[in-house]
C-alpha cells in the first residue's frame, strides 16, 4: 500500500508496509499514483507533454528503483505474524492506579465525572496500592522495567499514599530485581515544592493538565464555584516545567468544539516557554455541546497544517518544542506488538480502583461489565483478557485499507466501544484527525531531513 499527499509544499510519498517516506518532484509524484494500473509506456505517454520526455523516464527510473530496493509498493509482513502475535505470553507490565477518586476541579468534558467514575468519592488506602504493586510484580513476569501512573481524578489530594507507595516500589525493586518507572498526572492546583521537589525525585514523568489560552482553559477547567484555574496553576507548572529541566513532563491540553482554533492554545504554550506540549481533541457524545462534530473536521485539518508549519519555520529559527501527536519516529519505531495492538490495554496495562478492582483502563473503570477481577484475586475475566489480547489492526476491517493503521494501531479500544459497543471498531471522527496528525509528523520530519542536507 502506498499513500501519497501534499503537505508545506512537499510531495510525500509513504510507503506504508516497509515505512519508508519519500519526498518526490511533481513527475514522480504522478509517475507513482499511476504505477500499479499503467505501464511504463503509457506514463510516459501521460505525463511526457505534462513535464517533458527526460524528466518523466527520470522519475520512471526512480519509481523503479524504489520498488526494487524494497522501499516501495512492498508486501505487507505483519499479517502473518498476527497468530504469533494472538498467542503471545500475557505480561502486565504497567499499572494506571487511581489514588483519587475526588477532584479540586470540575472540568466539563471530564469522562471520570469530576473523579467520580460514576461512583461514589473515594481515595486508594495504602494496603489496596501495596496489593496492586504486588500483583504486578508478580504477572511480570520476566519483564524488569515496570511503570505506574499516579492518577484521578487528583492524585494529589492523596500524596501521601502516593509516596509510601513509592517507597514500597523502591524496596520491591531491590527483592525483586524490577525498576519501577512511576509518573503522575495532576491539575496544579495543590502543587507546592514539597510535591515537585518529591516528584522530581522520583517522578519519571509529569503531566501537567491544562488546555492553553486562559479564556479556553477557564471555560473547560474551573473549580466549583465557576471559578478559572489557569492563574493559579501557570506559575506553578512553569516552575515545575523548569526545576525539571523541560525535560520528562508535559503539559497535556484538551480541545473542543469551542476552541476549534487550538493551534492557538498550542502556541500560546509554546510562547509561555513549555517545551513538551500535547492538546488533543475531546471525545465526546454529539450531545455534549463541547463535542467535536464531523463538519469541524475541515477547520481542524487546517488547524494541524498550519501547527506543523509553524513549528518547522520555529525549528529553523532554533525554537524548538515538542509537540505530541507530532512524534513520530520513521526509522525505529514501535515493536511489531506496539504496531499491531496499541497501548495493550486489557493485557500488558490495566486500570486499578481505590478499592482494587482491574479495569482494561482508565476509560473503561465504572463500567462494571469491563471489570476483569483484583488485585488481590488477579484477572478473573479470562474471556474479556482474550478478547483485548485479539483486538488489533487485522481485527479491524476499517484499519486493513487505512495507511496510518502501522502509527495509531487500530486506535483506542474504550473510544470504539464508547461510540459502537465493539472494541474492534474504530472512533470515525478520531480516526481522521489521527491520519491528519501523521501526515503532518511525516511533514515535519521530511522538512527536518532535507533541512540537513
Avoid at 194 to 215: T, Y
Avoid at 412 to 420: G, T
Wanted: aromatic residues 12%; contains cysteine.
Amino acid at each position: 500500500m502506498v499513500h501519497q499527499y501534499k503537505n508545506n509544499g512537499y510531495n510525500i510519498v509513504l510507503d506504508v508496509n516497509s515505512g519508508s517516506v519519500h519526498v518526490v518532484d511533481d513527475a514522480a509524484y504522478e509517475a507513482v499514483a499511476l504505477w500499479e494500473a499503467h505501464t511504463k509506456d503509457e506514463i510516459a505517454r501521460r505525463l511526457g507533454p505534462v513535464y517533458g520526455s527526460q524528466q518523466v523516464q527520470e522519475a520512471i527510473g526512480e519509481v523503479a528503483a524504489l520498488e526494487k530496493e524494497g522501499t516501495l509498493f512492498t508486501e505487507d509482513e505483519y499479517e502473518g505474524y498476527i497468530g504469533e502475535f494472538k498467542n503471545r505470553p500475557t505480561v502486565v507490565k504497567a499499572l494506571c492506579l487511581h489514588i483519587a477518586h475526588d477532584c479540586n476541579l470540575a472540568c466539563r468534558y471530564c469522562f471520570a465525572e469530576e473523579g467520580e467514575y460514576h461512583g461514589k468519592r473515594a481515595l486508594m488506602p495504602f494496603e489496596t496500592g501495596k496489593a496492586a504493586l504486588d500483583f504486578l510484580i508478580a504477572n511480570s513476569g520476566g519483564r524488569k522495567n515496570l511503570e505506574v501512573d499516579f492518577f484521578g481524578g487528583e492524585p494529589t489530594l492523596n500524596f501521601q499514599v502516593v509516596k509510601d507507595l513509592v517507597a514500597y516500589g523502591r524496596e520491591q525493586e531491590k527483592r525483586f530485581d524490577k525498576k519501577f518507572r512511576f509518573t503522575l498526572t495532576t491539575n496544579g492546583v495543590l502543587l507546592n515544592d514539597e510535591i515537585m521537589e518529591f516528584a522530581n525525585k522520583e517522578m519519571s514523568n509529569v503531566v501537567l493538565s491544562i488546555d492553553g489560552r486562559k479564556e479556553v482553559n477557564d471555560k473547560m477547567r474551573p473549580f466549583r464555584n465557576g471559578s478559572g484555574s489557569y492563574d493559579l496553576i501557570v506559575p506553578k507548572f512553569l516552575k515545575f516545567a523548569g526545576s525539571r529541566n523541560h525535560e520528562n513532563y508535559y503539559v497535556r491540553g484538551t480541545f473542543t468544539h469551542y476552541n476549534l482554533d487550538f493551534s492557538q492554545d498550542v502556541l500560546h504554550l509554546a510562547d509561555l516557554g513549555f517545551r513538551q506540549i500535547s492538546v488533543e481533541p475531546v471525545v465526546a457524545q454529539e450531545t455534549d455541546g463541547y463535542a467535536i462534530r464531523e463538519e469541524d473536521l475541515p477547520k481542524l485539518f487546517s488547524e494541524y497544517d498550519k501547527l506543523a508549519a509553524e513549528m518547522v519555520k520555529r525549528h529553523k529559527n532554533g525554537d524548538d518544542f515538542l509537540f505530541f501527536h507530532f512524534m513520530i519516529d520513521l526509522e525505529g519505531g514501535p515493536c511489531v506488538a506496539k504496531r499491531l495492538s496499541g497501548c495493550g490495554s486489557g493485557t500488558e496495562y490495566l486500570a486499578v480502583t481505590p478499592w482494587g478492582d482491574l479495569y482494561p483502563c482508565h476509560q473503561f473503570v465504572g463500567n462494571e461489565a469491563f471489570c476483569m477481577g483484583n488485585v488481590t484475586d488477579g484477572v478473573l475475566n479470562t474471556a474479556l483478557r482474550d478478547e483485548f489480547k485479539s483486538c488489533n489492526v487485522y481485527a479491524k476491517e476499517k484499519c486493513r485499507s487505512c495507511f496510518a493503521r502501522f502509527y495509531c494501531s487500530g486506535g483506542c479500544a474504550a473510544n470504539s466501544y464508547n461510540f459502537h459497543g465493539d472494541i474492534n471498531n474504530v472512533y470515525e471522527i478520531g480516526c481522521a484527525l489521527q491520519k491528519k496528525r501523521v501526515e503532518c509528523a511525516i511533514m515535519i520530519k521530511a522538512a527536518e531531513a532535507l533541512e540537513s542536507e
